[in-house]
């Protein structure tokens, strides 16, 4: 597929995700019922549980890319991992803050430092660290390199993460899925799940893209000054 | 004390508020870099 062609689909499929979140949140906000102990409260599951579940598939993706890259050399891997790193970090912030927003009333804490909690702010800080120190690396085969392994060791707290709940003792309650959730909450919950997936899948490919053009510029010719000036590249 | 969160609107608000502004701030960020990033190739 052509590179324009294959952009319109990304901002096409990242549309998509908008509607679906739009659609799911106006169910999960207006049409679904409260629930019997937290209230109008659990309306934050809509978007807390497809943030958590999307922002572990990205870095999942940003795993596999990483493993690619090792294995094959190839740069596509390299920009892909770097476009799942962001998004997944982005992702797991947005996560910490509506976990937080969503403890404050259910716990009266915006924070305890409990095995789920602790292992997402693990993730948080690792992955956004990786991301950060990235971008100090000049060369690009020892930052792909570098960045591929750092990846690899700091998605072991990935699966910590998830199993967290049932491993220890937890103030998290268990994982939502359809089968520990109310059916009267199911369709929101698939909704934006799905909006959140498209969405991700949309700008995972768009920065994959300014990814794969960066390193592009990085290695192109130099210019003659004269036109690297006009060009506004020096 | 019944056990049973009362209210409770204004954090539901604050959570969907800061997704939006997050998920939105983020896709016009790529957008923009995108769109300000020198083209080298015709493919990927």
């Keep these: 597929m052509r590179t324009a062609s294959r952009q319109r689909t990304a901002v096409a499929v990242a549309l998509a995700g908008a509607a679906f979140l739009l659609a799911g949140s106006g169910w999960g906000l207006f049409k679904a019922p409260p629930e019997v102990f937290m209230g109008e409260v659990q309306r934050i599951m809509y978007v807390h549980v497809p943030t958590a579940w999307n922002a572990m598939l990205a870095l999942s993706f940003a795993f596999g890319c990483a493993l690619a890259f ?33 403890a404050k009333p259910t716990w009266g804490v915006w924070w305890d430092w409990d095995p789920r909690l602790t292992t997402t702010a693990v993730l ?3 992955f956004a660290g990786i991301l950060a120190l990235r971008g100090f690396v000049d060369d690009p085969v020892k930052r ?72 592009a510029a990085e290695s192109a010719p130099p210019l003659p000054s004269g036109v690297a000036v006009a060009t506004g590249r020096l | 004390m019944r056990g049973v969160i009362e209210g409770g609107w204004e954090f539901v608000i604050a959570a969907y508020v800061i997704t939006a502004v997050v998920l939105l701030g983020y896709a016009f960020s790529v957008c923009w870099r995108l769109w300000k990033a020198p083209r080298h190739d015709a493919g990927r």
């Design chain 1, 70 to 102: 090792l294995f094959t050399g190839d740069w596509k891997w390299d920009s892909r991992l770097e476009a799942a790193l962001e998004v997944g970090v982005v992702l797991s912030l947005l996560l910490c803050a509506q976990g937080a927003i969503w």
């Design chain 1, 124 to 126: 948080l800080f690792a």
């Design chain 1, 144 to 215: 792909a390199v570098w960045t591929a392994v750092a990846v690899v060791i700091a998605y072991v707290d990935v699966p910590l993460v998830y199993f967290s709940v049932r491993w220890w003792n937890s103030l998290h309650q268990l994982q939502s899925t359809p089968e520990t959730v109310s059916r009267a909450f199911h369709w929101p919950l698939r909704i934006n799940a799905f909006g959140v997936l498209f969405l991700m899948i949309g700008l995972v490919e768009l920065r994959a893209r300014l990814a794969w053009q960066r390193r």
